[in-house]
């Protein structure tokens, strides 16, 4: 089976193609084939392009764990690359991509170096997320993990996030209160993403990342859209925020609306063959 590889600032998916596999494989073989050590080493499969009405192109987001996501930022602008380097598409003329998460705008500039996505509206409020409880706009709640407090913002920019703003922030510490709040079922019934937020002036925000479905990672187009939105919510940012993350930068322009348009690079990887004794133990 043929793979392509790409990273989007260190957040690496692998593209498969319906022509390549008519039939997407089953959750347990996604997991397998995603694996960093028994698998080709993935954050997820993009499958597509698929054929839809409602769209250009249509496209399914797959995690590592073998769950669906229904919108990725850095997902988007790789699948974005893929379809220009397969000649789907050409530079400066923006497509259309539809999403379980919902329909997208791509513009692709500099051969892929810089890929312009229209990520949708952002909403805070609860029903949308959704959060439990009444309906309200999630905002500068608390929640107490081992025995520290925390106040959180949550959105959606088509999937789940939830951020956290903190003067200080660490890899350490997203992995260690990451996955508490990611499965916090009885709060966020279809689990989330969280972003630890660090705001370094009106227009720069820094974030680590914990990814639902996929754990620690080093970059996210929906987290960074995420953070900014609630950074320029709280009142502590403008419309326009770049964003810091380990992997590297995105840029995000935030509209009276909150519809959020996220501006990032790509890089592609290589193309694999994958042989199916990856399923053997």
Not at 23 to 31: M, R, S
Not at 77 to 85: E, N, P, V
Not at 101 to 118: A, D, L, N
Not at 161 to 181: N, Q, R, T, Y
């Amino acid at each position: 089976m043929k793979f392509t590889k790409y990273h989007a600032l260190g957040n690496d998916y692998l593209v498969l193609d319906p022509k390549d596999a008519p039939e997407l494989y089953a959750p347990d073989a996604i997991e397998r084939i995603c694996h960093r050590h028994f698998g080709l080493g993935s954050d997820g499969i993009l499958y597509g392009p698929l054929t839809t009405k409602e769209a250009d192109f249509g496209l399914q987001i797959w995690n590592p764990d073998g769950s669906e996501a229904e919108k990725s930022g850095n997902g988007l602008r790789i699948f974005a690359r893929y379809l220009l380097d397969q000649g789907n598409v050409g530079e400066g003329t923006a497509f259309t991509i539809m999403t379980p998460g919902g329909k997208v705008s791509c513009e692709i500039h500099q051969g892929g170096q810089k890929i312009k996505v229209e990520m949708g509206r952002i909403s805070f409020d609860s029903r949308v997320i959704p959060v439990a409880g009444e309906t309200r706009e999630v905002i500068n709640e608390t929640v107490t993990l081992d025995g520290d407090e925390y106040t959180y913002c949550a959105a959606t920019v088509g999937n789940p996030h939830v951020v956290l703003p903190l003067h200080h922030h660490s890899k350490e510490l997203a992995c260690k209160i990451g996955p508490i709040l990611e499965n916090m079922t009885e709060r966020f019934p279809n689990r989330t993403n969280v972003q630890l937020l660090k705001v370094i002036d009106r227009r720069t925000i820094q974030i680590e990342i914990w990814e639902r479905g996929a754990g620690y990672t080093l970059a996210s187009g929906s987290s960074s859209s995420a953070a900014a939105a609630v950074a320029h919510k709280l009142g502590l940012c403008d419309e326009q925020i770049t964003v810091h993350m380990p992997g590297g930068v995105i840029d995000i322009e935030i509209d009276a609306q909150f519809g959020i348009t996220m501006t990032g690079p790509t890089t592609r990887v290589a193309t694999f063959t994958m042989d199916d004794e990856v399923f053997t133990y």
